[in-house]
């Protein structure tokens, strides 16, 4: 009994003085069987997310509906430099020149002359026209003075019968740069140039251009446009309220881009005249040809 006693008395000293022992102590007269340490919590599997698969297109928000035309016949659309009248590279091997006032109603931009990159109009504001896209967007926006011409041009339209609908005004250079990158990949650039400007080069930036169509969305600036009754009407009365088919027929030597009747540009009254009277282009009105590729 005495042995006993001492033995239990030895192992309350022993557990005192292990207090935060981790390993486990044998007491006398006890089983020294270790209990198995817990197996650790298991570690929940997580997958990780897919990653953003890319547009098929680009520039799909921006995109006019027409280029599902495999002709490929996005109006030229670009934007430019500043103007000292330096010759510089823009996206090609043909230098531009930078033009010296980018506000001008008659500014001309083509595969050689372009405006300030960073050129934004002051005095953009929305026509009150109907757009295929019924949601204002930047590319409603136009100049003042053009869109209220063009308010006067599609007023007359509608009354003659014709009804037409705006695709595209304005295009920063950015958006412009987006549009020809995508247009390259998809037909290569030799052939992208014949009908979308270089970034730095679109009559779009400047707020004069517009593209137009009929109610038809399949021939919104495609080839097939040519020939309906909207687009006969704009060569007969297009001049009456201001506006040019900036790329004619035939004329594809002198501004290097393929034939748009869809695209208008706004140069005042008097001058459009004086052009589609004489079937003119821009160029060779302010005797700036030839031009071409």
């Given at each position: 009994?005495?042995?006993?006693?001492?033995?239990?008395?030895?192992?309350v000293?022993?557990?005192?003085?292990?207090?935060?022992?981790?390993?486990p102590?044998?007491?006398?007269?006890t089983?020294?069987?270790?209990?198995?340490?817990?197996e650790?919590?298991?570690?929940?599997?997580?997958?990780?997310p897919e990653?953003?698969?890319?547009?098929?297109?680009?520039?799909?928000d921006?995109?006019?509906?027409?280029h599902?035309?495999s002709?490929?016949?996005?109006s030229?659309s670009?934007?430019?430099?500043?103007?000292?009248?330096?010759?510089?590279?823009?996206?090609?091997?043909?230098?531009?020149?930078?033009?010296?006032?980018?506000?001008?109603?008659?500014?001309?931009?083509?595969?050689?002359?372009?405006?300030?990159k960073?050129?934004?109009?002051?005095?953009?504001?929305?026509?009150?026209v109907?757009?295929?896209?019924?949601?204002?967007?930047?590319?409603?926006?136009?100049?003042?003075?053009?869109?209220?011409?063009?308010?006067?041009?599609?007023?007359?339209?509608?009354?003659?019968?014709?009804?037409?609908?705006?695709?595209?005004?304005?295009?920063?250079?950015?958006?412009?740069?987006?549009?020809?990158?995508?247009?390259?990949?998809?037909?290569g650039?030799?052939?992208a140039?014949?009908?979308?400007?270089?970034?730095?080069t679109?009559?779009h930036?400047?707020?004069?251009?517009?593209?137009?169509?009929?109610?038809?969305r399949?021939?919104?600036?495609?080839?097939?446009?040519?020939?309906t009754?909207?687009?006969?009407?704009?060569?007969?009365?297009?001049?009456e309220?201001?506006?040019?088919i900036?790329?004619?027929?035939?004329?594809e030597?002198i501004?290097g881009?393929?034939?748009?009747?869809?695209h208008i540009?706004y140069?005042?009254?008097?001058?459009a005249?004086?052009i589609?009277?004489?079937?003119?282009?821009?160029?060779?009105?302010?005797?700036?040809?030839?031009?071409?590729?």
């Open positions: 009994m005495f042995k006993r006693s001492c033995n239990t008395l030895l192992a000293i022993m557990l005192s003085l292990c207090t935060g022992c981790t390993n102590i044998h007491l006398p007269g089983s020294s069987v270790q209990e198995p340490a817990p650790p919590a298991p570690v929940p599997h997580t997958v990780p990653p953003e698969k890319p547009a098929d297109n680009p520039a799909q921006s995109l006019p509906p027409q599902a035309s002709a490929g016949t996005q030229d670009g934007e430019g430099k500043n103007p000292p009248a330096d010759s510089e590279e823009t996206g090609g091997e043909e230098a531009v020149t930078v033009v010296a006032d980018p506000d001008s109603i008659t500014v001309l931009l083509n595969k050689h002359f372009a405006l300030p960073d050129y934004r109009p002051q005095d953009l504001i929305y026509p009150a109907p757009f295929l896209d019924p949601k204002k967007n930047e590319k409603h926006l136009m100049r003042k003075e053009a869109a209220q011409a063009l308010e006067k041009l599609f007023a007359a339209a509608k009354k003659d019968g014709i009804t037409l609908m705006g695709v595209s005004a304005f295009r920063s250079y950015t958006t412009q740069e987006v549009l020809f990158n995508y247009y390259v990949k998809q037909d650039e030799e052939k140039r014949t009908y979308s400007a270089v970034p730095g679109s009559e930036q400047t707020g004069l251009a517009i593209d137009v169509s009929g109610t038809d399949k021939c919104a600036a495609a080839d097939c446009f040519a020939g009754k909207e687009a006969k009407w704009l060569e007969q009365h297009a001049a309220y201001g506006f040019i900036r790329y004619p027929l035939g004329k030597a501004t881009y393929q034939y748009e009747p869809w540009r140069v005042g009254k008097k001058i005249e004086e589609m009277g004489q079937k003119i282009t821009l160029e060779e009105y302010l005797h700036q040809v030839p031009v071409s590729k």
